[in-house]
């Protein structure tokens, strides 16, 4: 008779190797990709939210390169195929708008596409005696194409995080980002209240209000507004669920020494934003945090009364340190809106003038400063209006109102189906489905990134926070995170070391 023996015999050297390299292509790929999303997110805000083209672009140039080096690192096989709806589809065509606004056209197709364009093109010709055929219909065709390339950096950025959301299981190292960025800009803010002589980085003197590392202290209020209701989510979605341990295991509900100490550390990190939110003394940064805060309860739904301890410790923090240092400053400025009112009303009608002579086209994405000086009315020449203190006006005026319209529109219409899908799916409360933790995890996520982008929109309605480099980067990543998948898909994993086929041989006797 014969008997079948199967015997397992090593790979050869050739198949380790490729295994090996394999492996190593993989962890590289992910490092690289982390690399890539980690740095605009800690280096945009280190230097006044990253205002001076040298460094934004300094930033985005490395951040692509970044990028080539992970799709070329990345092993055929490993990435997985992204589903885009349409809202970002409608997203696309418009980042290729501001290049459209920087590169020159005939005279003839100006005059139709921007006619009072086109009459300075022809004043500016017969001043000079020259017969000018073309121009752009942007005023600063430099500044719009460097804009332009801005936004496709955002486009780039948006695509990578939602492909690490997508294939990644843990995306804890993203959220440790948040905090330690968050608390970087929070204690310098908070520093700066308590010492009034300091200021940001040599660039200018304080003046008593929390600004960060930002130029601007609204622009920092902003930042905060979008970040603190994420951050809060992550640390509710550390809260263990009743009956399950670490890794799964039954208990009896209490949750461990280091998770809870995890939990009361994360707790006065939050609350320790909210303070510096509010010492920035900005009060569209403190009334748009309070939509944001009305936002996140009312997507909570089922997961009200888990919020309600965390909620009460973060604000008593903030409470508790902020009646020591003091809120009368706060409150003064509350009380002189009527002072600070008519000047940025007169700012709002200059850039409505504006608006309204280049309806179609606009004057070109980052020309607002060059163009309003010929329309500013209430401000000596010397004087330059930089922004026009409302983002939705600005970009209608910079974009004109068809790509303003489309591209607020597209925003909001990402905003909206988020909330009403995580509103839909209510979690325990509803019982429309089990909720394991991941599910639990990714819907506090979505509505601490919702109730984050929320903040914003209500804050570009009186700042110009959505012209910041580091805000738009913080914006983009809340977007993208509004649509974490609540049901993840099966992704390929990245294992710690090489793994090795075993092989069978076959031995007849």
Known sequence: MSLIVLQRV???????????????????????????IGLPLVAMPLLLGGVRPWFWSTVAGVFVLSLIAWLWVTPKGVATPVRVSASWLLLAPILVYPFLQ????????????????ALWIERAGTALGWTIPGASVSYEPLFSFMHGARWMFLGLYAWMLRKALHEEKDMGWLFTLFFVIAGIEASYGILQALIPSLGVFGQRTGNGAGSGTFFNRNHYAAFLGMLWPLLLARLLSLHREPGRGARGRPS?????????????FLSFMVGLVILGLFLSQSRAGILSSLVALTVFVILGGGERRRMLPFVIGCWAVMLTYGSAIGFEEIIERFSSIEASAPGRFRIWQDAWSMLLDHPWTGVGLGAFPRAITVYQSHLPEALDIAHAHCDYLQWAAELGLPVAGALIAASWIVWWRSAWRVSRFPGESGRLQPVDSRYRERRLIRIGAASGAAAFFCHGWVDFGGQIPANQVLFVALLVLMHWGLNPAPSPSISTSPSRTPHTQGASQ
Do not use: K
């Open 102 to 117: 920087a590169a020159p056209i005939p005279i003839s197709w100006l005059s139709l596409l921007s006619p009072e364009r």
């Open 10 to 36: 090593p790979a050869t050297r050739w198949e380790e190797r490729v295994v090996a390299d394999r492996w190593t292509r993989e962890r590289a790929a992910l490092w690289l990709r982390r690399w890539a």
């Open 252 to 264: 009896d509900g209490t949750p461990d020494r280091p998770d809870r100490h995890r939990q009361l």
